[in-house]
């Protein structure tokens, strides 16, 4: 396949891309800098197209409709989900830029979405059910995957609207729990603050996620939403303990120093039935490994 991907220096995307290249797969690549793809051992398998997505300047060639398919990972200004300007400024932008490249004849989009579309819900989410977002982002994600399906009837194209849960691995955002943990401990530092660590989340490593996302793409025939999740909820706790022990650490966890995000519900991870029966899911993968190293 003729893959096109946005986000292809982020957390997901070298992944994604370093797999897709691995798989045969023929990659061009969108990004603001070209010099951001050149730390990669993959940026001289790709093709570079230097423009950013979200300025209303930016204009696409006739011939971006070679490419079969559409990996839309790219979005501005996370982690911070509260921020209104996912709604005034990314959400407008992202969709302009999918319409132009709708209008140019793409017809196959696979969307990164989030599972915080699903808002408070607790316990096991399927895609069935009705989202309910609270924060920006997610009503930005909620709005843009209505938009897209509105589009469906009159040009015709797939969408794949994937919902990510939680992901870990290397590259991780510094803000998130896990790299702020690394860093307090390779800096030697006896506590860490944290919540009470009881809310239960769905975890996934980030190489595996970009491998599902891959298998989802290559599967052409399939259109509608997906879960890309463990189906196994963890407590944060608990992940926080096997990071602690994998890195042979004695850190002294504060608990309870921060309060519990008020945008979650306290348990919930995602139903794993249609992601099943779409990849290769590994098992009796234990949380932090995966079938395969990271690339």
């Known amino acids: 396949m003729k893959l096109l991907v946005t986000g292809a220096t982020g957390f997901i995307g070298n992944q994604l891309v370093a797999k897709a290249l691995h798989a045969g797969h023929e990659v061009t690549v969108i990004v603001r800098d070209t010099k951001r793809v050149l730390k990669y051992d993959w940026s001289d398998q790709v093709d570079i197209i230097e423009a950013d997505i979200e300025q209303a300047e930016s204009s696409w060639p006739d011939s971006i409709a070679i490419h079969d398919a559409l990996v839309h990972l790219a979005w501005s200004g996370l982690p911070n989900y509260q921020a209104d300007f996912h709604l005034e400024q990314v959400l407008p932008a992202h969709k302009q830029f999918l319409r132009q490249l709708i209008e140019k004849g793409i017809q196959q989009i696979l969307v990164a979405g989030t599972c915080l579309e699903y808002g408070k819900q607790e316990g096991c989410l399927s895609e069935s059910m009705t989202t309910y977002p609270e924060t920006p982002y997610a009503i930005a994600k909620d709005q843009l995957r209505e938009w897209l399906k509105s589009l469906q009837k009159p040009f015709g194209f797939t ?25 307090a401990i390779t800096n030697g530092e006896s506590v860490f603050n944290m919540s009470g660590g009881q809310q239960q989340r769905d975890f996934l490593p980030v190489e595996l996620v970009a491998q599902y996302l891959l298998e989802v793409v290559e599967r052409q025939d399939f259109d509608g939403i997906l879960n890309i999740c463990s189906g196994k909820p963890i407590t944060v706790l608990e992940l926080v303990k096997k990071f602690t022990e994998a890195r042979h650490s004695t850190i002294k966890l504060n608990l309870g120093y921060y309060s519990y995000p008020e945008y979650e519900a306290m348990a919930f991870w995602g139903d794993t039935e249609k992601l099943k029966q779409l990849v290769s899911v590994p098992r009796n993968m234990t949380l932090g490994e995966s079938n395969e190293s990271s690339s």
């Open 159 to 183: 969408l794949q609207w994937c919902r990510l849960f939680y992901m870990h691995g290397v590259g991780q955002n510094a803000n998130s729990l896990l790299s702020q943990l690394d860093v």
